[in-house]
């Protein structure tokens, strides 16, 4: 039976991805940027050809909406597909606003083209990740990566390229938890209920292109002040949008809104450092690598948890 193992490793967005054009091609409002993060992990086994279609998730049957979204991939890789057996461990908490749906998608792909013997561009394997998960068609690749908003209604036009390579710049990005559940609302339907009744939803669709002409500029120069900027801009205006949806999406607990604070007070301080936040509660702080403990030191004072995480490299076939 041919099998393919592929390990890729979540992405957390600094110019965020909320709202679709296309909801069955998951074809994104705005265009979005983002940091690869090693050393948390999914690793994905594919046996093509099997009983029956199987999904195991860290170590555990799957439930029937999770088999279907990745069994409905496995469907694109080929619409002929044998019935197909999948096993995806991550090894980090799943669920917790820390985009484990990113890297599992991105597995998912490569070890499914690879054990189906139908080989794929980059291009093509982010565009059938970004299927499964938005945010899935940036951890094909490793170091910074952009998702192109395209402009195809057939979304062929819509994956994500590497913009800057995983040695570019060393930073850390610290993971502070304070709530390691899975969420209340998924990131599908918070996104769907925010551009359906959010006023402020046109806003955030408009503000968008400014904040990635920012964060390539800033990436490019390596200016993590002015990156900053254009991080904690883009995650609070994404945000604002969905708090004001009707009703409400609000993933902020009291731990969160601490640690921006410490964010902003280790800055006056002169640590340059910024704060973005995902469909959950947990703050990632994005550092230069020399300052990466003493900011880590002073979240973990609050949070459950501080994983310091460094950039990460291209999803990839292992033997
Ligand atoms: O790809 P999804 O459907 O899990 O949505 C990701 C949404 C955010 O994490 C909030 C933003 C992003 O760009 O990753």
Known sequence: MPVATAVAHPNIALCKYWGKRDRPLNLPSVGSLSLTLAPFS???????????????????????????????????????????????????????????????FAALV??????????????QLSVMARRGSGSASRSIFGGWAEWKLGERDDGMDSYAFEIAPVDHWDVRMLVAIFDAGPKGVSSRDGMLRTQETSPFYPAWVASAPRDLAEARAAIRDRDLLALGRVMERSALRMHASMMAADPPVLYWKSGSVWAQECVRSLRDQGVPCAWTMDAGPNVKVLVEAAHADVVAERLARVADQVHILHPGGPARLVP
């Open 110 to 123: 490569l070890a499914a083209t690879a054990a189906a013997g139908h080989p794929r561009t980059v291009e």
């Open 42 to 104: 999914t690793t994905t086994t594919v046996e093509w050809g099997a009983e029956r279609d199987e999904l195991v998730f860290n170590g555990r049957p799957a439930s029937a909406e999770e088999a279907r979204k990745v069994f409905a991939v496995c469907d694109l890789v080929d619409s002929w597909r044998p019935r197909v057996r999948v096993a995806s461990d991550n090894d980090f908490p799943t669920a917790a606003g820390l985009a484990s749906s990113s890297s599992g």
